[in-house]
Structures are given as structure tokens and as C-alpha cells.
């Protein structure tokens, strides 16, 4: 796979990136899938009123939301914020008004909900 640039990603540059159906209203664009526990970088793009069930982390999980806001139970993250959720950590994600955020997983996640 040829490399590429992904610094205009932060000023809207995943909008002319093409998105695949992951979950009930939630689309992915893959920049760096693995095929085994290898690390997986992606764009998920919530629509409006979108979520994603519980689930456990088996590894580090960078989140950067580069538009919109997503929610879990700790709390609400707007544009620019950065979370970090630990090996062990869970949590459920839904986003009230759409988001789009870059996510980085060192390790699959776990499902735990439907």
C-alpha cells in the first residue's frame, strides 16, 4: 500500500474520503487494517443519533474527534479533544448531533453489548 499524507485530515480532509458501513449508522474508512492484534487506524463517522454497544479494550485506544461530538459515560468530547481509553477500560459511544473521529487501536476491541 502506497503511504500517504493524512495531515489534512485534521482541517476536513476526510471528507473526500469514501466510507464503508461498520454498525447501524456508523461508517468506517480503514487508513491501516490488520489482520491479526497488530495496531488498526481508522475514521468512524456517526451519523446523528448513532452508537456503538459496550465493549472492553484489550489494548490502548486513541480516539481524536475531528468534527461534531461523541459521547460515552464519562463524558461529551467536541472537536479537537483527544481520549485516551486503557487495556481493560469499557465503555458504550453514541453521538447525539454526528461526529467523525480518528481512532487508533492497538489491540481489537472486546463486544460485550448487541
Known amino acids: 500500500m502506497a503511504e500517504r499524507d493524512y495531515a489534512d485530515l485534521l482541517t ?3 471528507r473526500a474520503l469514501a466510507f464503508s458501513p461498520f454498525r447501524e449508522g456508523v461508517e468506517i474508512h ?51 479533544a483527544v ?4 487495556r481493560g477500560s469499557e465503555h458504550s459511544v453514541w453521538s447525539s448531533e454526528g461526529c467523525v473521529a480518528l481512532i487508533v487501536w492497538m489491540k481489537p476491541v472486546v463486544m460485550l453489548g448487541a
Open 12 to 14: 476536513g480532509g476526510w
Open 83 to 86: 481520549v485516551l481509553n486503557r
Open 30 to 80: 480503514w487508513l491501516e487494517r490488520a489482520d491479526d492484534d497488530a495496531p488498526s487506524v481508522a475514521l468512524l463517522k456517526y451519523a446523528p443519533g448513532a452508537s456503538v454497544p459496550r465493549h472492553r479494550h484489550a489494548g490502548l485506544e486513541t480516539v481524536v474527534i475531528l468534527d461534531g461530538a461523541q459521547s460515552d459515560e464519562d463524558g461529551d468530547y467536541r472537536a479537537g
